[in-house]
């Protein structure tokens, strides 16, 4: 259902509020680039520091942007499930396509937990819904038999794997049924994830290069393997030391204020890169000839 390459937004800031021009800008940059969809509220748009409102109006205001052009993909993900329905409820009253569902975090509870609350998320909110393990960042991990068992609802379509356990994603392909999809939610190892029946990715380094990295998907999935690899191997070294940069959104965030597309802002607790990382990713950018901004390049 949802094939291809989707990129997790970053949220632009401005003394403090949200920059709304620079994230239309954004927004338009990729869907002109060829993206298959939008992220809006995910990790990488700092969305555990947005206030209610702004999550609100970063999800209407992306669906109003995209104007049906590319599906969004709202994050609605809470550890409190009586807030992920109301966030969900609300990304489907201004017209998401799909939400997006991350493990919760920090009050751990068990798979049976898990299975309640993703189950009640389903009965209140008739919209696609794709899961997120990401146990690097919840702790705790939602395991392939309680994905195979929540497939089974109606409404849950599909999971968002950052688990980076490649094991875990072939269970999951074998106990769910073909048509669920599993998304990468590691731009490391997407093409990976693509060869064992993935069938796209919930990108970061998309922000900056959308055109490429959605190649490296459709390639792959129409049967061009070799010019998926290798376009997916040209860039891995930039995504590498983009996404390794203190903690996601940090890294991405700094090469597109390097760019001028956004101010380098952040939400405490998260902080600018350090001196010394950003001119690594600087001269990482004019390796790849990407220092100019978007629509200039070389």
């Known amino acids: 259902m949802f094939r291809g ?21 954004l927004i338009e940059n990729q869907i002109a680039k060829g993206i298959d969809g939008l992220v809006p509220c995910g990790t990488t748009g700092e ?8 999550h609100g109006e970063v999800i209407a205001f992306t669906v109003k942007t995209a104007r049906k ?4 993909m709202a994050g609605t993900g809470s550890n409190s499930t009586a807030e992920a329905i109301l966030y969900s409820r609300h990304a489907k009253e201004v017209g998401a396509d799909a939400v997006l569902l991350v493990c919760p975090y920090y009050n751990k509870p068990s798979q049976r937990g898990l299975i309640a609350h993703f189950s009640a998320i389903a009965d209140a909110v008739d919209i696609p819904q794709i899961l997120y393990t990401i146990p690097g960042r919840s702790v705790i991990n939602i ?39 599993l998304i990468s939610g590691d731009d490391t190892i997407t093409l990976p994830v693509l060869s064992i029946g993935g069938v796209g990715v919930i990108s970061v380094i998309s922000n900056l290069i959308p055109q490429e990295t959605s190649r490296v998907v459709h390639s792959y999935l129409e ?15 930039l995504t590498k030391a983009v996404v390794s940069v203190d903690s996601n959104p940090v890294g991405i965030k700094t090469v597109l204020a390097l760019r001028g597309q956004v101010t380098e802002e952040f939400r405490l607790p998260l902080v600018p890169a350090s001196s010394e990382a950003k001119e690594s990713l600087r001269k990482q950018l004019d390796r790849y000839g990407l220092l100019t901004p978007a629509g200039q390049r070389r």
């Open 5 to 25: 390459a989707y990129t997790a937004l970053v949220t632009p800031f401005k003394n403090g509020q949200i920059d709304y021009s620079a994230f239309e800008a």
């Open 143 to 181: 395991n392939p038999e309680t994905i195979a068992e929540l497939s089974r609802h109606r409404n849950i379509v599909g999971v968002k794997e950052a688990s980076g356990n490649l094991e875990q994603m072939i269970k999951i392909k074998t106990l769910c049924d073909p048509d669920f999809d």
């Open 69 to 72: 052009r590319v599906p969004v």
């Open 47 to 54: 969305s555990p520091t947005l206030t209610e409102k702004e």
């Open 223 to 237: 049967g061009k393997t070799d010019e998926s690899r290798e376009l997916f191997m040209k860039y891995f070294e």
